[in-house]
């Protein structure tokens, strides 16, 4: 069974950062596409990030364009969200989504591309 675990998130101040890690299990790791999701009481999950299973194509949201980075190491099954100057309108409860693919290539933006999603680990950032 698909296991994936969220952690890294926390409390911090605008313009810090934080790195998310998702520890994937119970999958071949290298024919899943990740992404990044989050999402906040009383709205839909929004797509943070993306990644392809080879980590050849990332894809971004375009509010965080320029200060997250997506990443992901196949030999440690993780995948990885490092967020740089973060701001208010960035806390959220952040999940991990997992997606078998066919293409080494491809990552997917939607959350219904989806098969496999962690709990989710909170970020808040102050003002």
């Known amino acids: 069974q698909v296991q994936l675990v969220e952690s890294g998130g926390g409390l911090v101040q605008a313009g810090g950062s934080l790195r998310l890690s998702c520890a994937a299990s119970?999958?071949?790791?290298?024919?899943?596409?990740m992404g990044w999701f989050r999402q906040t009481p009383g709205k839909e999950r929004e797509f943070v990030a993306a990644?392809?299973?080879?980590?050849?194509?990332?894809y971004y949201a375009d509010s965080v364009k320029g200060r997250f980075t997506i990443s992901r190491d196949n030999a440690k099954t993780s995948v990885f969200l490092q967020m740089n100057g973060l701001n208010p309108e960035d806390t959220a409860l952040y999940y991990c989504?997992?997606?078998?693919?066919?293409?080494?290539?491809?990552?997917?933006?939607?959350?219904?591309?989806?098969?496999?999603w962690g709990q989710g680990t909170q970020v808040t950032v102050s003002s």
């Open positions: 119970g999958l071949t790791f290298s024919v899943y596409a």
């Open positions: 990644i392809s299973r080879s980590g050849s194509t990332t």
């Open positions: 989504a997992a997606t078998p693919s066919s293409s080494g290539n491809y990552a997917y933006t939607r959350p219904t591309d989806y098969r496999a």
